[in-house]
């Protein structure tokens, strides 16, 4: 195909149309008129040979053809790398440019880092600055990176997609935390014991009754007994306190809670949980993108842990 004969205005109303996948919010995203965007697609369709969109019977929203499906990834991923190629040269002004941030972040991240990190950007960017910040989807976070759909992922390290640059913000310890008054007292925990127990385990999987500690178990050939999954490490405190459980999770999230909540060194070695920064390769020199790693960065110093008051 002769490049030449496509406009890049093409491709970025192709670009809205396969987000939206109509045409009326597509033309109103791109602040032209409906029949305007109408005839761009005619010319889309001409150029690709392709319908890319066919109308669905019912409604006004339509659905993309496998050519278009195969086109939606890399039309983003190259859209985006020219963007950042562009805003590179001009650099970024927080005070006075415009820019959307799409954060992704683990919750981990969403109760320790993401708080201060979007009271640092507040302070430090003028109101054309905005941010959404969204929870990760394991399953699609390494498709959306590589699209655009996010600038930045806050994630453990197992969650950071393959290709993506990274950098740690905070390393920290795992403990086993239980409630003041437990049943098992407050000695430290041997392996069997720890395996006798009945756990709780944060995860955003549906019926996902495994965690990162099911796999030193197995190593060491034992099992333990999840009996509780939730899908935020927000509801620990108050279940630990009102139940039996325990659970295994990075001292960061629970060294706020004390009074009510005694903490313990594992039974057995176990990898320090590390909380990353990632970002495409494509936005290494993003200015924006670089001001608000820079951000983040400012804020991983390391968190004072305290040994736990286990008595």
């Known amino acids: 195909m002769d490049l030449s004969r496509i406009d890049l205005n093409l491709l970025v109303s192709l670009d809205t149309l396969l987000a939206e996948l109509n045409v009326t919010k597509a033309a109103s995203r791109l602040h032209i008129s409906q029949p305007a965007l109408s005839a761009q697609l005619s010319r889309l369709r001409e150029l690709l040979g392709d319908p890319l969109l066919?109308?669905?019977?019912?409604?006004?929203?339509?659905?993309?053809?496998?050519?278009a499906l195969a086109l939606r990834g890399p039309l983003r991923a190259a859209l985006m790398t020219l963007g950042s190629v562009i805003q590179s040269e001009l650099g970024f002004?927080?005070?006075?440019?415009?820019?959307?941030?799409?954060?992704?972040?683990?919750?981990?991240?969403?109760s320790t880092i993401c708080e201060p990190l979007i009271a640092s950007i507040a302070k430090h960017a003028g109101t054309q600055i905005q941010v959404s910040l969204n929870a990760v989807d394991p399953g699609l976070i390494g498709r959306q990176m590589e699209e655009g759909i996010f600038d930045l992922l806050i994630d453990s390290s197992r969650g950071v997609p393959l290709g993506m640059r990274c950098t740690a913000l905070r390393t920290d310890e795992f403990v086993m935390a239980q409630r003041k008054g437990h049943p098992?007292?407050?000695?430290?925990?041997?392996?069997?014991?720890?395996?006798?127990?009945?756990?709780?385990?944060?995860?955003?999987?549906?019926e996902s009754f495994r965690g990162y500690m099911d796999e030193y178990l197995r190593s060491a050939g034992m099992s333990r007994r999840i009996y509780l999954t939730v899908p935020t490490a927000g509801m620990v405190p108050g279940i630990l306190m009102s139940t039996?459980?325990?659970?295994?999770?990075?001292?960061?999230?629970?060294?706020?809670?004390?009074?009510?909540?005694?903490?313990?060194?594992?039974?057995?070695?176990?990898?320090?949980?590390q909380l990353m920064m990632a970002w495409h390769p494509r936005d290494d020199a993003d200015a924006a993108i670089l001001w608000l790693r820079q951000l983040a960065q400012n804020l991983a110093a390391p968190l004072q842990t305290s040994p736990s008051d286990a008595k």
Not at 247 to 267: H, V, Y
């Open 184 to 206: 098992r007292g407050g000695e430290p925990i041997t392996l069997d014991g720890y395996c006798d127990l009945n756990h709780l385990v944060v995860s955003p999987e549906r």
């Open 244 to 273: 039996d459980l325990v659970c295994t999770m990075p001292r960061m999230l629970i060294q706020s809670q004390n009074d009510a909540i005694l903490t313990f060194e594992l039974p057995f070695e176990s990898e320090p949980f």
């Open 54 to 67: 066919v109308p669905i019977q019912k409604g006004r929203s339509m659905t993309p053809t496998a050519r």
């Open 93 to 110: 002004d927080p005070w006075n440019d415009k820019r959307v941030f799409r954060i992704a972040a683990c919750d981990t991240a969403l």
